[in-house]
């Protein structure tokens, strides 16, 4: 069971917009509407952004969105503010397990 | 309020045995599975294994079948894993989550394990 790939790094100036990209197979990403997207500061728990592809749960701002084509899921970040600047992960369910994407460290230049 | 909240930093030498706690209030601690986490120093998030506190129903990813045991006591509303021989590798940070169906919302705030000799 591979990880789900994701860029190192991602990067834009504040205002700007940033998309993470996540892939994986059809039997991850592309099989289930269960995608979740994690933001995580450096000695913290990581905290949920995204949740069933496209959602976004209470409290998080609405500058977050989430979506997918095929395989591929992507985290799209708009209006960059200082405070985004963190790793982001992506998860999906694969049937019975669930498996983390490589990270992308996220920064605000 | 609905919170996970984990045990202290431990610090352990190779071949000991170690058993880590998350401990869930202000939810129904049946009703939701756990999932435990691990971040090693500077590496990304890896899922170890998922647990049904209510029949005690548990699945562990590839990489940790055999290497660890996920257990819980309902009783007392907490979560464990452990090692019975523990390895300089196994030093990392571990979380323990809350399901919300698929998705997991509520994470605990992390024990540090160091393995040293």
């Known amino acids: 069971q591979s990880a789900l790939t994701q860029p190192p790094s991602a990067s834009g100036s504040p205002g700007q917009s940033v998309t993470i990209s996540c892939t994986g197979t059809?039997?991850?990403?592309?099989?289930?509407?269960?995608v979740s997207w994690y933001q995580q500061y450096p000695g913290k728990a990581p905290k949920l952004m995204i949740y069933?592809?496209?959602k976004r749960p209470s409290g998080v701002p609405d500058r977050f969105s989430g979506s997918r084509s095929g395989n591929t899921a992507s985290l799209t970040v708009a209006g960059l503010q200082a405070e985004d600047e963190a790793d982001y992960y992506c998860s999906s369910y694969t049937g019975s397990l669930h498996v983390f994407g490589t990270g992308t460290k996220v920064s605000v230049l | 309020e609905v919170q996970l909240v984990q045990s202290g930093a431990e610090v352990k030498k190779p071949g000991e045995s170690l058993k880590i706690s998350c401990q869930g209030s202000g939810y129904t601690f049946t009703s939701h599975w756990i999932a435990w986490v691990r971040q090693m120093p500077g590496k990304g998030l890896e899922w170890m294994g998922f647990m049904n506190p209510a029949n005690s129903d548990t699945r562990y990813s590839p990489s940790f079948q055999g290497q660890v045991t996920i257990s819980a006591d309902k009783s007392i509303n907490t979560a464990y894993l452990q090692w019975s021989s523990l390895k300089a590798s196994d030093t990392a940070m571990y979380y323990c989550a809350r399901s919300d169906g698929p998705t997991w919302g509520i994470w605990g705030q992390g024990t540090v394990v160091t393995v040293s000799s």
């Open positions: 059809s039997s991850d990403v592309g099989g289930y509407n269960y």
């Open positions: 069933e592809v496209t």
